[in-house]
């Protein structure tokens, strides 16, 4: 198992709809997640971080993590096409480097 | 306030040739990070630097070797290149005290073919 998935997408979803952006870790002990956006041809750029149990809104984005399931999630409410990226999960186990999904695609039709 | 810097920022090499990534931040960040992105592959860590004086190896270390120059300057150098190295390289900086993280920051890339 992967330490880090995601699904690589596309995800195509309609301008004002909300995507869902979803990451598993493999490794219990991760105490921190990020969700980083990459624009074609640009660097990451972190947009959100969460460390504890349930949500974290931000503006239009809302991080969700359940560390008994092992998961955590991004929603991108009243998507735009300027939110069309490259979506990176990120887990910290602490100490080490942090660990990248493989990124899902999110393509948002005007 | 520049962040994470690297040169240079396109270069094209033949099989063979060696050549030097440079890296700097100016955001007093001890850990650095050397990543290669390839189309499908995600970030694939090369190697990192988690203070000044210590480097370690991640998940692609193979045909690299890379300096920490000092607090700020962390390089990555391809001895003898080749097509496989064809790559985006990021690096990137945080800081880092025990287990906790600060925001990782990445510098622009450097997009590398190796002929």
């Known amino acids: 198992q992967k330490e880090v998935e995601q699904n690589s997408g596309p995800l195509s979803v309609p301008e004002g709809a909300i995507a869902s952006l979803n990451c598993t870790y493999s490794d219990r002990v991760s105490q921190s997640f990020f969700w980083y956006r990459q624009y074609s041809g640009k660097s990451p750029e972190l947009i959100m971080s969460?460390?504890?149990?349930g949500d974290k809104e931000d503006g239009r984005f809302t991080a969700q993590l359940n560390k008994a399931s092992q998961y955590v999630s991004l929603l991108i409410r009243d998507s735009q096409p300027s939110d069309s990226a490259t979506y990176l999960c990120?887990?910290?186990?602490?100490?080490?480097?942090?660990?990248f999904g493989k990124g899902t695609r999110l393509s948002v039709i005007a | 306030n520049a962040g994470v810097t690297q040169t240079p920022k396109f270069q094209v090499l033949k099989t063979g040739q060696s050549m030097t990534l440079q890296c700097a931040q100016d955001m007093n960040h001890n850990s650095m990070y050397w990543y290669r992105q390839d189309p499908g592959m995600g970030l694939r860590l090369i190697y990192y630097?988690?203070?000044?004086?210590?480097?370690d190896k991640g998940e692609v270390p193979n045909g690299y070797n890379v300096s920490r120059l000092n607090k700020r300057e962390f390089s990555l150098r391809l001895e003898s290149a080749a097509p496989s190295q064809t790559s985006v390289y990021f690096c990137a900086s945080t800081r880092r005290e025990g287990f906790s993280t600060d925001t990782q920051y990445f510098g622009p890339g450097t997009r590398l073919t190796v002929l």
């Open positions: 630097s988690a203070s000044e004086g210590t480097t």
């Open positions: 990120a887990v910290d186990r602490g100490n080490t480097p942090l660990v």
């Open positions: 969460i460390y504890s149990n």
